[in-house]
Every structure is written in C-alpha cells, then in structure tokens.
Nanobody, 125 residues
Framework: QVQLVESGGGLVQAGESLRLSCAAS????????MGWFRQAPGKEREFLAY????????HYIDSVKGRFTISRDNAQNTVFLQMNSLEPEDTAVYYC??????????????????WGQGTRVTVSS
C-alpha cells in the first residue's frame, strides 16, 4: 500500500519560508516521478511542481517559479518543497503526489496516481 505523508506545514508571515517534506513508503521511490499540489480555500486543487525520478528534470507553474523549489532524496524516500518569499495567496493545503512512472509528460502532470493527506500552510499578511 502506497503511503505519502507530508509534514512541515504551519503558520508563517508573508516573506518567510517553509520547507515541506513528503515521506513515501510502499513503492520503489526512485522509480517514480513526484509532485506537489495545493488547494486554497474555495478553490480547486492545482498542480504546483514536478520532479522526475532522478531529480534532473523539474517543472513549475508560473506563479511559484523562482520562489518554490522541488527536490528529492531517493536514499531517504523523501520529496521536498522549499517555499520562499511566501505570500498570503500561498495559503492552502499542500499535497504530495506520486506518479506511476519515472517521468511524465507535461499533459500528465495534473493526474498523479497517489496522494498524500495534505499539510496546511497559512501565510499571514
């Protein structure tokens, strides 16, 4: 059974940073691309960032480029999301996601196979 467990969320002020972690189990982690999504209050869940199996390829939505960085440690079965210069608009529940394959096309990034339970991030102004 695949489990993705996020941690690192919390309450911060605008301009501050947070680092989210996602510990994966039940899968051969290095064989799977990973991603991060978020769902803000009253909005649909949206794709944020993607990383392929090795970490050599990443992709971000425009609104977080230059502020957020996705990375992974295959030895620790963990994927990270470093979030800098946080804004109140970043307030959301953040979800870790896993894909079936080593990499996926841009069109497939919005449809992962596995989901974590989410961690809440609140950014105050």
């Amino acid at each position: 059974q695949v489990q993705l467990v996020e941690s690192g969320g919390g309450l911060v002020q605008a301009g501050e940073s947070l680092r989210l972690s996602c510990a994966a189990s039940g899968l051969a982690f290095s064989n799977h691309a990973m991603g991060w999504f978020r769902q803000a209050p009253g909005k649909e869940r949206e794709f944020l960032a993607y990383i392929n199996w090795s970490g050599a390829s990443t992709h971000y939505i425009d609104s977080v480029k230059g502020r957020f960085t996705i990375s992974r440690d295959n030895a620790q079965n963990t994927v990270f999301l470093q979030m800098n210069s946080l804004e109140p608009e970043d307030t959301a529940v953040y979800y870790c996601a896993g894909y079936h394959t080593l990499w996926v096309s841009a069109q497939a990034m919005s449809t992962p196979a596995y989901w974590g339970q989410g961690t809440r991030v609140t950014v105050s102004s």
